[in-house]
């Protein structure tokens, strides 16, 4: 069994690696072949009047936005003529992604642009900067302070991190639609994450490049001109009978009333007793065999953090480690009918322009499957493929596209199908094209199963007499990103 392991291994673990330094050799093509950035000028462009910035940042510290403005505006008489900002940016660092890269990061972002524009996500929450920061801002343009009001509405924001902290920041900048506090401020992106799709699909790269110090100044650049597009997210909510609490990553956050209809027969009586989660995600759903090796990657990696010094170590370690979790082999022990997700899993879908829901066969073979928004999935990869239109005529299926509110739903059978359809050599299994997405799912003989969204991935309990429902529909907003 050992010597059938290490083909399997041997492609996952040589793709992901050669991906990296490719990736990381771009970035440093980029960087050299573009024009020099002046130092100088990008400052000048970029830094917020120092008062009004160190404004901002109490407004945050001490969760006491108004206090801060009025602070700002009692010392408008000893401030003479100030210009406002032509392009004024401020930026989330992951300082835990990226390996070393991320303190250092700071440091020269902070060189840049100044301790005030810069914020930590480990100090400063995204959902902060939204109800404070912000907060302040429009509190001084009300007054008729034209400095804040023309820096909230030139304001953009920039993320160093991986597709999970990028989605962090959309989600709580997506807040200011529900309040109607617009402009939302467009994001842009420095990649910092194992796999960077996010960025990837909005041209920043996807790594942090080799040549990174005058590659940061070009991204901040960019960031300043860089067109606006737009881009779907997609609302999951989770309701599941009253059970233990789980353990959510930061992305997902508890509902305290759930409201969960039942528009259709879910096969039982629903439990009295139910809990609910609910969170936003911008490239991909998945359940199953994918997401319980993200889950076990992700604990290694919070217990031994000194092995996951970066992008390119990370995937040696999720390649090998994706070889002991029965995804390339199922246990002996185990009764493979018992592996499958169509033994826990019913699938109903809502096709575009369409209000009725719609079963979909779950495959026999299929031991994960992904509901994908962008083109880029695992490091860069299209599962999905680009089907010609005589194919897709034949299945109701529309080419795929970012901001076209639809969900692709593909399968993945195993690792050996997984390690070819992430060389690009086969398309992953083609399941539906949808508007909307509801999952049942029942434990039987299965305790738990593994979710994840862009990438954070969490241990879902199931219970054999009542069901889990997962819903997944269009945000009615789309996020604003910066391209690169």
Sequence with gaps: MGERTAPAEMVETRVATRSS????????????????????????RILIPADLAASMREAIK?????????????AAAQRGVVEPPEAPVVVFVNSRSGGRHGPELMARLQELM??????DLSEVKPSDFVHYLLLCLERLAESGDVVAKV?????????AGGDGTVGWVLGCLGELHAQNREPVPPTAIIPLGTGNDLSRSFGWGGAFPFAWRSAVK????KATNGPVCRLDSWHVTVTMPEAEKIELPHSLKHREQPNFSQEFDIGGNFPERVSCFEGVFYNYFSIGMDAQVAYGFHHLRDKNPHLARGPISNKLIY?????????????????????????????FVKKVNCSEWEPIEVPRSVRSIVCLNLHNY??????????????????????????????????????????????ELITAKHIAQAAAIRLEVRGGEWRR???????????????????????????????LMISG
């Design 218 to 221: 070009r991204a901040l650049l």
């Design 449 to 479: 199963a593994y979710m994840q969204m862009d990438g954070e991935p969490w241990k879902q309990p199931l219970d054999g007499e009542y069901s889990t429902i997962v819903d997944i529909k269009r945000v009615p907003y789309q996020s």
């Design 114 to 119: 100044g301790e005030n524009q810069v914020f």
């Design 378 to 423: 695992g490091s860069g990869r299209n599962p999905w493929g680009h089907p010609n239109p005589e194919y897709l005529e034949k299945r109701g299926f529309v080419e795929a596209h970012l901001d076209d509110g639809l969900l692709e739903i593909f399968g993945l059978k195993e690792g050996w199908h997984a390690s070819v359809v992430m060389v």
């Design 319 to 347: 390649g090998g480690y994706s070889c002991s979790q029965g995804w390339f082999f199922t246990p002996c022990t185990t009764d493979p009918s018992l592996r499958g997700l169509r033994n826990i899993l019913r699938i």
């Design 62 to 74: 001490f969760r006491e936005p108004g206090v801060a403005a009025r602070k700002y505006a009692d």
């Design 21 to 44: 330094i490719l990736d990381a050799l771009k970035g440093l093509g980029g960087a050299a072949a573009g024009t020099r950035v002046d130092k100088e000028e990008l400052r000048r």
């Design 151 to 159: 820096t909230r509405e030139r304001l953009r924001v920039m993320v």
